[in-house]
């Protein structure tokens, strides 16, 4: 079996830790309004191949802001009436604790009483009955949560899908490595014009 083996120049090592400690500190500087252009048409196809196809179905990408964490893309499009608009406390709620645990999270039913930190039922018009969290972390520092959500009647509504938890899990690593290596390229001056 043939591997590539790639050994790190010797020459290159100083620059290392320079290079780590300025991405950290990008990443530190990171605000909500940037992420959307990080993960662009790429992260966006990766995201449309989690299975969300029924309506009840949704997938957001939430980001801390000053106040609270804010809605910054939905997989029913940039310009949903959801984008922007809504938010989730700090301090409470599923969002806030996948955040600061860093940790991903699913719940369900009356476990996650989402109308108690969030407006996204209210923006949306239909219960939430479940929720599945992940963090998106570059550079060891959690910059956003992936969501799927799904809403409908909780009486009748299915079981959170682990399945699809699962695959939405996969999306925010490759969504985090995708927005690290925009950033590592644009550090070293390498990115596409």
């Not at 620059?15 to 780590?20: F, G, I, M, V, Y």
């Not at 938890?165 to 390498?190: H, K, M, P, T, Y």
Request: negative net charge; contains cysteine.
């Amino acid at each position: 079996m043939n591997r590539l083996l790639i050994i790190p120049d010797e020459k290159f090592e100083p620059l290392t830790l320079e290079l780590k400690t300025r991405l950290v500190t990008i990443a530190s500087e990171l605000r909500w309004e940037h992420l959307t252009d990080l993960f662009a048409a790429e992260g966006t196809f990766l995201l449309s191949t989690i299975h969300h196809a029924e309506n009840s179905r949704e997938i957001q990408i939430w980001s801390k802001s000053p106040t609270g964490f804010v809605v910054i893309w939905t997989s029913k499009g940039k310009n949903d009436v959801v984008v922007g608009t809504v938010t989730a406390e700090l301090g409470r709620g599923l969002i806030n604790q996948v955040f600061e645990s860093g940790r991903p999270e699913v719940k369900e039913g009356d476990f996650l009483n989402a109308s108690d930190w969030t407006n996204l039922e209210q923006k949306r018009g239909a219960k939430l009955c479940s929720m599945a969290a992940h963090p998106i972390t570059i550079f060891g520092r959690c910059v956003a949560i992936l969501s799927l959500s799904q809403f409908g009647d909780t009486r009748t509504a299915e079981n959170a899908d682990y399945g699809d938890a699962q695959s939405a899990g996969a999306a925010a690593s490759l969504l985090a490595r995708l927005i690290e290596d925009r950033l590592i390229r644009s550090c070293l001056g390498l990115a596409q014009a």
